[in-house]
Nanobody, 115 residues
Framework: QVQLVESGGGLVQAGGSLRLSCDASGSIFSINTMGWYRQAPGKQRELVAS????????YYATSVEGRFTISRDNAKNMVYLQMNTLKPEDTAVYYC????????WGQGTQVTVSS
């Protein structure tokens, strides 16, 4: 049974940084492409970034490219999202899951960027 636990969100001013963490305990983590997703109020959930099994980041949404960095630690079943130069439009609940997202979703972590 895979349990996804996201953490690291918070309230930050525009231009600030946050680092999100995802614990994917109970999963066959190392063989899966992992992704960070986000859902803003009134919008569909979208894939923000993904990282393949060897740690190579193979996708960034255009809106975050150059500002966000995804990484993973297979030994710890962890995936991270370093978010720099945050903008108000990055405000959303952030989730991790495999790509495609076939595991049950975790509770997510709220990121709020004030202008």
């Amino acid at each position: 049974q895979v349990q996804l636990v996201e953490s690291g969100g918070g309230l930050v001013q525009a231009g600030g940084s946050l680092r999100l963490s995802c614990d994917a305990s109970g999963s066959i983590f190392s063989i899966n492409t992992m992704g960070w997703y986000r859902q803003a109020p009134g919008k569909q959930r979208e894939l923000v970034a993904s990282v393949i099994t060897n740690g190579y980041a193979n996708y960034y949404a255009t809106s975050v490219e150059g500002r966000f960095t995804i990484s993973r630690d297979n030994a710890k079943n962890m995936v991270y999202l370093q978010m720099n130069t945050l903008k108000p439009e990055d405000t959303a609940v952030y989730y991790c899951n495999k790509v495609p997202p076939t595991w049950n979703w975790g509770q997510g972590t709220q990121v709020t960027v004030s202008s």
